[in-house]
């Protein structure tokens, strides 16, 4: 992607995005953005622009949301010459978690798009100004659900509930096929989809703790009883466990069959809580 850096009316350097990824560190993510900056050629009044960071924002739908500063590793000074320069810098935006589950709460399923509004000044010899230069970087949804794999930030569902996806033995790997799949349902829109998968994991947990096949009603019932005030904690938590099951109950079936349709907000409510059964299972 192609950009530039004005001053007073004159182009002072063409500037090309090289790469941009995302990295995990230690309670949070770092965002970089790598660009190349190749300054013009001199003529007439000399011109010199110095960067010193940017901030970042995104707009999605009619608003535009602010997500922090990022840094450089130096000030960047670009200055009209005789001829051409080039040179690199690098931008780094640390985020944490929940901004990251932020952005995907605007997101939605949609491709995301981040500004970078520079931070620095211009100069001309006589005059100093602030520079006055916004670049839009667009991600399309693919690349950026592909750097959030990559940072392993799907592992945390971007709500901080780990995902219990490593180390399973062998009789669990089917339980872990089928909450990896609600996870991937929900990052591509699939909410419903999400849902029916979380269902499967619950289910299967379920009747692998309490040796039960139809597990969850005798828990929904004695929760319905008069019984319910002498459970214990650990029948509590069966009930809740047969909660969520029950409320995943519509969609194994088809719409005007008793089925429905599951919002974004509902589906992260499942995932979220499939994730924590499977982890304490």
């Not at 062998?170 to 990896?180: C, F």
């Not at 499967?200 to 040796?211: A, T």
Request: one cysteine or more; a neutral charge; glycine letters at 8%.
């Amino acid at each position: 992607m192609r950009m530039d850096i004005w001053f007073n009316n004159r182009k002072v350097a063409d500037v090309t995005q090289s790469q941009i990824h995302l990295q995990r560190m230690v309670g949070a993510y770092e965002l970089r953005f790598l660009f190349q900056f190749q300054t013009l050629r001199k003529e007439g009044t000399p011109r010199q622009v110095t960067i010193n960071g940017a901030r970042v924002s995104t707009q999605i739908g009619a608003g535009e949301h602010q997500l922090g500063i990022a840094s450089l590793d130096a000030p960047v000074h670009l200055r009209l010459e005789d001829s051409e320069r080039t040179a690199g810098a690098s931008f780094a935006l640390t985020l944490q978690p929940h901004q990251l589950s932020a952005i995907e709460e605007l997101r939605g399923n949609e491709d995301l798009s981040l500004y970078l509004t520079l931070g620095g000044t211009g100069s001309d010899g006589l005059n100093t100004q602030s520079l006055q230069t916004k670049w839009g970087i667009p991600i399309a949804r693919s690349r950026w659900l592909e750097m959030l794999r990559d940072a392993r930030a799907l592992d945390v569902l971007l709500v901080e509930v780990p995902m219990p996806i490593t180390n399973v033995p062998e009789d669990w790997k089917k339980i872990r096929a089928d909450l990896l799949e609600a996870q991937r349902h929900f990052h591509t829109g699939e909410f419903s989809a999400c849902v029916l998968s979380c269902r499967k994991v619950i289910e299967e947990i379920g009747g692998r703790l309490y040796k039960e096949t139809e597990w969850h009603g005798s828990r929904l019932t004695r929760l319905a009883s008069d019984q319910r005030r002498d459970m214990t904690k650990e029948q509590r938590e069966e009930a809740v466990n047969a909660a969520v099951l029950h409320f995943t109950h519509p969609a194994a079936h088809a719409e005007g069959k008793g089925g429905v349709l599951y919002t974004r907000s509902e589906a992260k409510l499942i995932l979220t809580l499939a994730a924590a059964i499977a982890a304490r299972a």
